[in-house]
């Protein structure tokens, strides 16, 4: 005599709806046990003095407390093994492309709770319209201009004061990312290299992701050469739709009450960021990024942990 089929989860949980439907038109109460048994039949029937909807509940929230666990213990495991991968990587074309060891392990312990944190929490969550919005007034774009429809962000601009833990955040966003191959680079180092230096252009495209730290801290050339080198990199990443991640001291423009400030102390005003790389690179961060600024605060002068 062949057995029955066991059922499908699906088709229990649709059976029980279905009982448990007969039993609200009939205006009886029925605990899941009941409705359980009345699906399953004599030969599974369970005692309903033991299995009440209280214990149906705790159990429920044992699995949902063990599978937690075993969540967090996976994801530990992984970012313990992701955070070896950022901090001993090598480029194929022989240059280092290692994330520092100090902001991986700021990193792995990181509680979100600075605005560095936040901003790259949104970013890898796909922020929506209104961070958008923002980045646009912050960048001087008009609330009304026409644009066509934002694609996800992939370019991550963290602006703010020195020790704000916008390293850190970054070197976040890469640990908790599967990127095959990510990299880091200063922007100090990418200048002073250049856009001729064979390895690095040919390192370059091997990241799946790239972090430029401390853009802003770079000499700049009366002839541009930098400023057209970040534009041919941020245009290639936005180009192959790979994430890239910005860290910056500078503002977003020069504002009025900077301006005002630097007139007052018989200076002229700095170049910030719009200012300083041009429309293009501003363009590309308004269209699929993100400009997160991310406070004055020092966390290394507060002894805060970021």
Same mark, same amino acid.
């Given at each position: ?10 088709? *229990? ?7 448990? =439907? ?18 399953? @039949? ?10 009440? =909807?209280? !214990? ?17 213990? /996976? /994801?530990?495991?992984?970012? $313990? ?12 074309? &022989? ?32 922020? &929506? ?17 026409? /644009? ?11 602006? @703010?004061?020195?020790? &704000? ?18 990299? #880091? ?7 002073? $290299? ?31 050469? #930098? ?7 941020? =245009? ?9 991640? *910005? ?25 910030? #960021?719009? /200012? ?7 363009? $590309? ?5 993100? !400009? ?15």
């Amino acid at each position: 005599m062949n057995e029955p089929a066991h059922e499908s989860d699906d088709e *229990i949980d649709r059976e029980v709806i279905s009982v448990e =439907d007969s039993y609200e038109r009939r205006g009886e109460p029925a605990t899941l046990t009941t409705l359980l048994n009345d699906v399953l @039949g004599a030969p599974a029937a369970l005692d309903p003095n033991k299995f009440t =909807d209280a !214990w149906w509940r705790e159990r429920e929230q044992e699995l949902a407390d063990a599978r937690a666990k075993n969540a967090a213990a /996976e /994801e530990r495991d992984r970012m $313990r093994i992701r955070a070896d991968v950022l901090m001993h990587a090598e480029g194929q074309s &022989g240059l280092r492309c290692r994330f520092p060891r100090w902001a991986v392990e700021g990193a792995r312990r990181a509680s979100g709770d600075t605005l560095a944190m936040k901003h790259s929490r949104m970013f890898l969550a796909a922020a &929506g319209l209104e961070s958008a919005a923002a980045s646009r007034r912050l960048l001087g774009e008009r609330d009304d201009d026409d /644009e066509p429809a934002r694609e996800p962000s992939r370019i991550l601009v963290l602006a @703010g004061g020195t020790g &704000g833990g916008k390293t850190t955040a970054a070197a976040w966003i890469a640990l908790k990312s599967d990127d095959a191959m990510p990299g #880091f680079i200063r922007a100090s180092e990418l200048e002073r $290299r250049g856009r001729y230096d064979k390895d690095l252009r040919g390192w370059i495209p091997e990241r799946s992701s790239l972090v430029i730290d401390d853009l802003g801290a770079e000499l700049l050339d009366a002839k541009n050469v #930098f400023r057209s080198w970040l534009d041919e990199i941020i =245009d290639a990443f936005y180009s192959s739709k790979r994430r890239l991640v *910005i860290t910056t001291n500078l503002k977003s423009r020069i504002d009025d009450a900077h301006r005002a400030q630097c007139a007052a102390s018989g200076v002229d005003a700095e170049p910030q #960021f719009r /200012e300083r790389y041009g429309d293009r690179v501003r363009s $590309r961060i308004v269209q699929v990024g993100q !400009w997160a600024e991310c406070g004055n605060l020092d966390l290394r002068e507060s002894g805060a942990r970021p």
